[in-house]
């Protein structure tokens, strides 16, 4: 079955500090590739996508793109804010809607001042 | 109000109790899903819901019991539930079902059994 695998953390950065956090998948098919964020007491927001090998997606000074031949999806972001601190969540979706998401186990980042 | 909207925010129950969740979408789409976030796990898909017709139950245990009277709405039925069933319980809404859609996520239910 499909699997998303992301480091879990907790991440502790300054701010200013660049961003890197790695995920690797495995699916069946030619999956679509998202990065959601999550802040404490609410749910999750998408962050950014790609749907095809070599798309960038980027929002927010965030960025990752599709590697196909790694089959990664690693998130970059060039100098973190305290505002950023947050679960982030790499998830995948191979099978269309009706197998919903597979996310990974989230990535707990704190930034400090 | 635009997005996912959930409610109750939070909820405790006991495993006698019997209650309900509520989703509603403000955002035209035709899908709309459960799930379950627990701590040190991924999150874990429950039900899906397309144009009101549930297409997938993930082995959910029957204690949790879904409903989607239209595209806008969904419930989750709770009863009989047990301790290790406390969770965050997440909906979430996308325009279709092509894996290109993302999904759009509410902010979740707090539920805890005693």
């Known amino acids: 079955g499909d699997s998303v695998t992301q480091m879990e953390g907790p991440v502790t950065l300054s701010e200013e500090a660049f961003l890197t956090i790695n995920c690797t998948y495995t699916?069946?098919?030619?999956?679509?590739l998202f990065w959601y964020v999550q802040y404490p007491g609410e749910g999750l927001q998408l962050l950014l996508k790609?749907?095809?090998?070599?798309d960038k997606g980027s929002n927010k000074g965030f960025e990752a793109t599709y590697r196909k031949e790694t089959t990664s999806f690693h998130l970059e972001k060039g100098s973190v804010q305290v505002s950023d601190s947050a679960v982030y969540f790499c998830?995948?979706?191979?099978?269309?809607?009706?197998?919903?998401?597979?996310f990974g186990k989230g990535t707990h980042l704190i930034i400090q001042p | 109000e635009t997005g996912v909207t959930q409610t109750p925010r939070h909820l405790v129950m006991g495993m006698t109790n019997k209650k309900s969740l509520k989703c509603e979408q403000h955002?035209?789409?035709?899908?709309m899903y459960w799930y379950k976030q627990s701590a040190k796990k991924p999150l874990e898909l429950m039900f899906v819901?397309?144009?009101?017709?549930?297409?997938e139950n993930n082995s959910v245990p029957s204690r949790f019991s879904p409903e989607c009277p239209n595209s806008s709405h969904l419930f989750l039925h709770l009863h009989t539930l047990q301790p290790e069933d406390s969770a965050l319980y997440l909906c979430?809404?996308?325009?279709?079902?092509?894996?290109?859609?993302?999904?759009?996520f509410g902010d979740g239910t707090r539920l805890s059994i005693l």
């Open positions: 979430a809404s996308s325009q279709g079902m092509e894996n290109n859609q993302p999904q759009h």
């Open positions: 699916a069946t098919g030619y999956p679509s």
């Open positions: 790609a749907t095809k090998a070599d």
């Open positions: 998830a995948l979706n191979s099978g269309g809607g009706a197998d919903g998401l597979t």
């Open positions: 955002l035209g789409h035709n899908a």
């Open positions: 819901y397309n144009f009101k017709e549930q297409t």
